[in-house]
């Protein structure tokens, strides 16, 4: 495999270098990088850089496409963490640069814990709020985010020339330094063949995260807006909520007697619930559900418009649609788990009713495709138990544990296997669990050590290798103040207490993370079939029109406009939706074959050919 590395040379210049043929080198401008990186794509090389968020932007707006890279500031943070270098760091030879980033692990890792304390108290089906904590974890000011304004080692002049911010504007001689330094860790550790894999799968999502927002997701402005009008009323002057809003803080108001609550205030909230004889802990979903009273239902319509209008509103819509595209900034690899996080707009949480505003181009279709009960498959597919992956067989596999005769309904299945992954204890989900643990006794067990190793403050790793996170200052300091002699009752129960949450989370962890990389060896395997189906159908049949508004890159070729964490859309051509439908399907097989070898656990897709998102769930 050649191997080409990319790195500054000084006065906005950039060095493109093979180190086996140094006499090669090309040095260009900045402006020149595109047209040198055409032409040396040709050899099919592998384009080592120190961040692909700030060198592949510029390729995809000139046009130009590559086939792979090496991401180091991902693949660094993954062998910096995973369990499977520890020797080989400990030895101290290979030593971090201090211009390399950690990279997304440890705000991840902050997010790993608030995500344990919300699933302690989150009933299972209301698993929204966990992801509403992965859906804003790297942003400026987290730890590994590099601003190239605030940072002195950053020469002004260059600053404004390169917009190549932080570590990627170190020298060609340091990037391939640190390329030599990774090398070494996955050659000298305990997995190098599925961290190898688990590399090339990360670096392919940086190029697929920066190819959305290249492309962006088709998106129907005017369709939006009646959506808009639709449940909130027309659009309000600035500053004034819209109609329908205004007509139900009105009905709670008068149910709960309290004619100046503010209803966007939960403290303002909260005393006006309990004065009002609602005695809940807090004004979440979940629990108002539980109450009966005639505030309730107005104000849970409130509360499921005002989500409307702050999440995907008017002032969205101006900020984050342009020329008929949402372009989210995407953050592959963004979570301590490896799934995606975004840094904006929010594309891990598009509700269902703004889905219509989805719409293909003319002459083109959206390919829709969900994995089916992604992460209860694989994790039969971990722990090697054929008896689950026997209830997997076929699209539904909640059904198949029904059938199986592990509990009496589909609902009941879904709550167990819920349980299991998230270690519920009480409830309808705990008291299920068990039954799981005698019908499917492997990959219980896989989960339950994974949980045991977090309550001792262990570290886990995924299928490929990466690593959770350690427990945080906050957990050490419970099981110190516990192991005192003067330690009281309370204390000791709040070290059980978060080493049971910490549990929780690397239960999780090892499922949620071998997913990520399920799903990440699938985008892999469909981003290069559907280069192939691009080639093949423009020397078949000539140049495809209409051409589409996802830019130089895709203007024809079927392409990757959507991602989240098992779901994805392509935006393709109607003459070749078929075959991209089929490569979809083929992506996902070979996914399960490269992780599972020949054992006998299926990956069956939703999948819908469709003008509109809203019409895949028809």
């Not at 629990?287 to 702050?310: F, G, M, T």
């Not at 403050?457 to 350690?470: E, F, H, M, N, Q």
């Not at 395997?525 to 078949?540: F, N, Q, V």
Request: with cysteine.
């Amino acid at each position: 495999m050649v191997r080409i590395v990319v790195g500054m040379a000084g006065q906005g210049r950039v060095t493109l270098i093979d180190p086996e043929a140094a006499a090669e080198a090309v040095t260009v401008p900045l402006a020149g990088f595109p047209d040198a990186v055409r032409r040396l794509e040709a050899r099919r090389p592998r384009w080592v850089w120190s961040d692909t968020r700030s060198w592949y932007p510029r390729l995809l707006e000139a046009g130009v496409r590559v086939e792979r890279c090496h991401d180091l500031r991902l693949c660094g943070a993954i062998l910096e963490h995973s369990a499977a270098t520890v020797t080989v760091r400990d030895a101290g030879e290979h030593p971090r640069p201090a211009w390399l980033p950690v990279g997304p692990s440890e705000p991840g890792a902050a997010a790993a814990v608030a995500a344990s304390s919300v699933i302690a108290r989150t009933p299972l089906f209301e698993l929204d709020e966990f992801d509403a904590v992965s859906d804003s974890v790297a942003t400026v000011g987290t730890p590994g985010f590099i601003d190239a304004a605030a940072d002195p080692g950053i020469d002004p002049i260059d600053r404004a020339d390169d917009a190549v911010a932080g570590s990627s504007a170190e020298p060609v001689a340091a990037v391939i330094a640190e390329h030599d330094r990774q090398l070494a860790l996955l050659a000298g550790s305990a997995e190098p063949n599925a961290l190898r894999l688990l590399l090339a799968a990360e670096s392919a999502g940086a190029l697929i995260g920066a190819e959305l927002h290249a492309a962006g997701l088709p998106w129907d402005r005017a369709v939006h807006e009646r959506v808009l009008e639709d449940e909130l009323g027309p659009k309000p002057k600035t500053g004034w909520k819209p109609a329908r809003m205004e007509e139900l803080a009105a009905q709670v108001r008068t149910a709960l007697d309290a004619a100046s609550v503010n209803l966007d205030s939960q403290a303002d909230l909260l005393r006006a619930l309990r004065r009002a004889g609602i005695l809940v802990d807090s004004t979440s979903r979940w629990e108002l559900r539980e109450q009966d009273h005639p505030a309730i239902e107005p104000l849970l319509a409130y509360k499921k418009l005002a989500r409307l209008l702050s999440a995907n509103g008017w002032a969205w819509l101006d900020e984050w649609i342009a020329g008929g595209r949402f372009r989210p900034d995407y953050v592959p690899g963004g979570t301590a788990t490896g799934r995606w996080a975004t840094s904006g707009g929010g594309a891990l949480q598009l509700p269902k009713i703004v889905r219509s505003a989805v719409v293909a181009d003319p002459g083109w279709t959206l390919v829709v495709a969900d994995a089916a009960q992604l992460e209860p498959r694989v994790l039969a597919g971990m722990a090697r138990d054929e008896a689950m992956a026997a209830a997997g067989r076929g699209l539904d596999f909640y059904r198949g544990i029904v059938d199986a005769g592990v509990v009496e309904t589909r609902e009941q299945a879904k709550y167990a296997i819920l349980g299991a992954m998230y270690g519920a204890t009480t409830g309808e989900s705990g008291r299920l669990v068990p039954r799981l643990a005698r019908a499917y006794p492997r990959a219980m067990a896989l989960v339950d050590r994974a949980a045991a190793e977090g309550e001792r403050g262990g570290v886990v790793s995924t299928l490929l290798g990466r690593s959770s996170p350690l427990p945080p200052s906050e957990w050490h300091a419970a099981q110190s103040r516990a192991s005192q002699p003067e330690a009281s009752p309370a204390d000791e129960r709040r070290a059980r207490s978060v080493a049971r949450e910490w549990g929780r989370f690397t239960r999780n962890f090892v499922v949620q993370g071998s997913a990520a990389e399920w799903a990440l060896c699938w985008m892999a395997a469909l981003r290069t079939r559907l280069a192939a189906i691009a080639a093949a159908g423009a020397e078949a049949a000539g140049p495809i029109t209409p051409a589409s508004a996802s830019g130089l890159v895709f203007e024809r070729a079927p392409h990757l406009v959507y991602f989240l964490h098992d779901e994805i859309i392509v935006h393709t051509p109607q003459a070749l939706a078929a075959d991209v439908a089929a490569a979809v399907e083929e992506a996902a097989i070979g996914a399960g074959r490269l992780l599972f070898g020949d054992f006998p656990v299926e990956f069956p897709l939703d999948l819908a050919v469709v003008d509109s998102y809203a019409l895949a769930d028809a």
